[in-house]
């Protein structure tokens, strides 16, 4: 995920230089980027540090970096279900903390970035953190932190929700006899033109379903299926409710 968001601010014009990526393989990463596999013995002044490993590693990540960080360090962490006061226990000596899901899209600049910071960061910092992730797409403020599970689950998690739906999709336009690739084609285009179009219109989603369906043709006849005891809503809702649910046990170390 954070190399997605590189990825994007290196293409818009982020000087590698200005970068280092600490990963234990040590991979390459892009031209330029300088990649680590151990900690430095400080960081420069005025640094901004990306958390993005995976959850359960903070704990020990925090054990080596926390040391070399000072009180302008910036953290921005994009650790699913870790809450900022799990953050502020493990970084006690940074005061500019904003926790950020970003979505995958990111990379292509067509992002979803939920923010949020506590009391303790100051506006200037917050406002610098948002300002990095206008590159990357929507940046969307969260007020209230406790709402952070559901937009992990709806944003962060939703490409994948969604990129399954593009997949059955095609599958069921296979299903009912039309050639695979032919169909993975056309339900993927069917899939950004929509995407487009409900964009650019003034009418919500909901109304633009109606306006396809012409009384009595076939698109109702297919939308009373999606809607007969509201199954693909509740499927939705499962669907965020689960995930949701997940980023809780994570919250409480699961
Ligand atoms: N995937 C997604 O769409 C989203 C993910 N997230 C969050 O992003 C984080 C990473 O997820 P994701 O990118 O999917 O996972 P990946 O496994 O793809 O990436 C994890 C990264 O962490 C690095 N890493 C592993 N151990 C350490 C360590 N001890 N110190 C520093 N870096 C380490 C890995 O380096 P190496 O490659 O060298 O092993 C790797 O680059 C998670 O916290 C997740 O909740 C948030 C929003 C969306
Ligand atoms: O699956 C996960 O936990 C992360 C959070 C959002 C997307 N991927």
Redo the contacts with the bound molecule.
Sequence with gaps: ???QMLARWLACGLDPARVTV??????AVADGVRVVTDYPASLPAGSTVLL????Y?LA??AASLAPICAADTRLVS???GTPIADLRRHFPMVSDIVRA????PVGIGGGVIALCADQATSATAYDAVDALMAPLGLAERILDEGQFNEVTALS?CG?AFLFRFIDAFARAGEAIGLPTEQAARMALATVCGSADMAKQAADSPGVLADRVASPGGMTRQGLNVLDADDRLLKLMIDTLAAARDRGEDMARGG
């Design positions: 995920m954070a190399g600490l990963r234990p393989s040590g991979r993005g490993m995976k959850p590693q020990d990540v994009i650790l699913a899901i970003p979505n995958l962060g490409p």
